[in-house]
Nanobody, 124 residues
Framework: QVQLVESGGGLVQAGGSLRLSCAAS????????MGWFRQAPGKEREFVAT????????DYADSVKGRFTISRDNAKNTVYLQMNSLKPEDTAVYYC?????????????????WGQGTQVTVSS
């Protein structure tokens, strides 16, 4: 089992940047595929990015490709989401998630563990 705690959210103007962090504790962090998802008010949770256990393989939603970067530091048990060129439509609660079994996935149901989320608000 792993516990996940996100941080780094906040209010930023359009065009600005934020870096989200997700600290993991419990089972060996490098055993997990990690993902970031987001949920805006009145909308379903949607995939943002995922990273393999080694960090060598990443995948992004088309809406964030070229603007967001997912990375991980297995020595620090932390996964990051660097968000640049933020847009008002990026406003959402951002969740990190961990998957022990299987490979990178865009499907929320494939992840066994979730953090509590961190709010990101982008003003126009």
């Amino acid at each position: 089992q792993v516990q996940l705690v996100e941080s780094g959210g906040g209010l930023v103007q359009a065009g600005g940047s934020l870096r989200l962090s997700c600290a993991a504790s419990g089972r060996t962090f490098s055993s997990y595929v990690m993902g970031w998802f987001r949920q805006a008010p009145g909308k379903e949770r949607e995939f943002v990015a995922t990273i393999s256990r080694s960090g060598l393989t990443t995948d992004y939603a088309d809406s964030v490709k070229g603007r967001f970067t997912i990375s991980r530091d297995n020595a620090k048990n932390t996964v990051y989401l660097q968000m640049n060129s933020l847009k008002p439509e990026d406003t959402a609660v951002y969740y990190c998630a961990a998957r022990y079994y299987g490979t990178n996935s865009r499907t929320a149901g494939a992840y066994e563990y979730w953090g509590q989320g961190t709010q990101v608000t982008v003003s126009s």
